[in-house]
């Protein structure tokens, strides 16, 4: 194959832009792309630096396997044919080069070498850019190529896509200066693309074959939890029955699988981190055959009994997601302490949950947890306790004579007098306490800001607070609604003796995307009704209450992801614009939300 203009029409094109009447269609419309990007009439094309070409090569290494063989055998074959092949990456950076040495060395003069760049924005119209633009094989001859210094070269391209999802992996190039006799070159560099990707293929399906054998291997400790499993192109290799039916449909999952494939070339830790926290509820295991990731696999660990020791109830509330492991990890550290805590969280949040939990972890045996109730004491009732008249004050002094812990419900709602006298109380106490006592209080309000509006004392709040633990609401940490609501479910059917409640994925879509005012209160009652009324146990959509079903009149505010993307939102505002303490807050990685800001259309043009 010819070029199908003369030297002229090319000259006459850049120096008045006329159109030769010979030229091909892809060829005009290449030279129309290169002069809207601003090329300019180049000697060579850019080279990647020596770190830069070696991370652009180890995130083609699945290409470059696939091509080696391909690679070796073209190359034997081309030595002394005056032709070269050459491997680029889906960017059109030359990733290997084989064939006559002699060409090899003629092409590094204009960078037709390992590490040049030869996209269509880079050096203009050629072969390997207008392949990948176009995604079909093309030929490209002398003068045909926008810059002239190019012109001393022919070269026919061909695009490899991957067997297992369809994706431009890379570009298979035969190249040929202009002194030398082609004319097989097209065929040639299309038949090499079909070896590259039936070996690509094989590949493939021996990676399907090991990921079934990894899961043969973990179905001892898998045991009968609903598993699912993953291949590079995130396609189905396993699937028990029961995944299926919990996660059909869900967005969640269908967000992690649209996010598989592109994250396939990373280190699989690096996987892991990003996929963290986008199935709430599941395990997440990166699959990897040496360095490579090749599948991911899922799975819902059912309960099986754990040895106790102390913190152990912390430890598993702490398993619900990012935010809440960070807050046990806090609290369980000041169990083993004296240092009165202070727990502020909206009404429903689990605060006396969190308060019995820190009781319970500590090391010593920890005696018995008394509540006290500040919104029913009176001034009265208060001087009567420092005389030691009242049934309450008999009860505080055989706390301080056992040890324990003594847990004050919202100190906030005492007037100013009752607080001085609680405070002398508190005193009291603590002198006659043999052990020490462990003090602990629940807010609804934030103490520091009536503190500073005058309205609490400032010497009964840090008698209070020598730490504070603040348990945000449910809809501030989105990524553990549905955590907490298998918590919560198991938790009941313990206590009730009953079956454990399942919920269908759209059942679980609406509950996650819901504002959960009551907070965990009101998941408890949600499930303690629903269990009441659901003779089956298998709350679907219609089972839930109006309020959780209602959508909004925008169509992006009554799914998931609006609900998602309207969360993200609250988040970089309220975190100010800091991705990483917004991601703290969303209970999620920072790559992870960045994969989300990207999913929106969100600019992480903000400060992290």
Not at 55 to 71: D, F, I, P, V, Y
Not at 156 to 162: E, L, Q, S
Not at 182 to 202: C, P, V
Request: glycine share 8%; hydrophobic share 40%.
């Amino acid at each position: 194959m010819v070029a199908s203009i003369t030297k002229r029409d090319w000259e006459e094109y850049m120096a008045i832009g006329r159109v030769p009447l010979s030229v091909r269609e892809p060829v005009l419309q290449s030279w129309q792309r290169s002069a809207s990007s601003g090329i300019t009439s180049l000697k060579s094309a850019p080279k990647l630096g020596e770190s830069e070409l070696v991370a652009h090569r180890q995130e083609a290494r699945r290409l470059r396997l696939g091509a080696r063989a391909a690679l070796q055998k073209a190359g034997y074959l081309l030595n002394h044919t005056g032709n070269m092949l050459l491997l680029c990456s889906n960017s059109g950076v030359v990733l290997d080069v084989a064939g006559d040495e002699v060409t090899q060395a003629r092409g590094r003069e204009n960078h037709l070498h390992v590490g040049g760049r030869w996209s269509e924005s880079s050096i203009g119209t050629n072969a390997i850019g207008t392949a990948i633009h176009l995604r079909r094989p093309i030929q490209v001859n002398s003068v045909e190529h926008y810059c002239e210094e190019i012109h001393r070269w022919n070269c026919a391209a061909t695009p490899i896509t991957d067997p297992a999802d369809g994706r431009l992996l890379g570009i298979v190039d035969i190249s040929w200066p202009n002194d030398v006799e082609q004319a097989n070159a097209a065929a040639l560099s299309a038949t090499l693309a079909l070896q590259i990707e039936a070996d690509l293929g094989r590949h493939h399906a021996m990676e399907r074959e090991k990921l079934m054998e990894r899961l043969q291997m973990r179905r001892r400790r898998l045991g009968s939890d609903p598993v699912l499993v993953l291949d590079r192109s995130a396609r189905e290799v396993f699937a028990s029955e029961d995944f299926r039916r919990l996660y059909d449909g869900n967005e969640a999952l269908n967000f992690l699988r649209a996010c598989i494939p592109n994250l396939m070339g990373q280190a699989p830790e690096d996987i892991a981190e990003a996929l963290s926290g986008s199935l709430p509820g599941a395990d997440l295991e990166v699959i990897a055959e040496g360095e490579d990731a090749i599948g991911v696999m899922l799975s819902l660990p059912r309960r099986r009994p754990v040895p106790v020791s102390h913190g152990a109830e912390l430890d598993k509330i702490g398993r619900i997601g990012a935010v809440t492991f960070e807050l046990c990890r806090q609290a369980r550290r000041l169990a083993g302490t004296h240092i009165p805590i202070l727990i502020e969280g909206e009404t429903g949040t689990g605060k006396t949950f969190l308060a019995q939990a820190i009781h319970r972890a500590a090391a010593r045996p920890p005696g018995s947890f008394e509540m006290l109730d500040c919104s029913t004491l009176t001034t009265r009732a208060l001087r009567e306790d420092l005389a030691r008249e009242t049934r309450r004050s008999a009860m505080l002094e055989q706390l301080a004579e056992s040890g324990g812990a003594l847990c004050l419900d919202r100190p906030g709602s005492l007037p100013p007098e009752a607080q001085k006298l609680l405070l002398s109380l508190l005193e009291q106490v603590s002198a006659r306490a043999c052990n020490g006592i462990k003090l602990l209080s629940l807010s609804s309000t934030p103490l520091y800001d009536a503190m500073q509006g005058g309205r609490f004392r400032g010497d009964l709040y840090y008698r209070l607070a020598g730490a504070r633990l603040i348990i945000p609401p449910l809809r501030m940490r989105r990524q553990e609604i549905i955590p907490s609501l298998r918590m919560v479910a198991e938790r009941h059917a313990r206590t009730t003796g009953k079956r454990e409640l399942r919920f269908t994925s759209g059942a679980l879509s609406l509950l996650e995307a819901y504002h959960w005012p009551g907070n965990l209160l009101e998941m408890s009652n949600l499930v303690a009704m629903l269990d009441a009324l659901s003779p089956s146990g298998l709350i679907d959509e219609k089972n839930l209450p109006a309020e959780m079903r209602r959508r909004s009149e925008r169509r992006e505010e009554h799914t998931l992801r609006g609900s998602e993307k309207a969360e993200i939102l609250e988040a970089i505002e309220f975190a100010d614009g800091n991705l990483t303490e917004a991601a703290r807050r969303l209970g999620i990685a920072r790559s992870t939300l960045y994969l989300k800001l990207d999913s929106y259309g969100i600019a992480r043009t903000r400060k992290s």
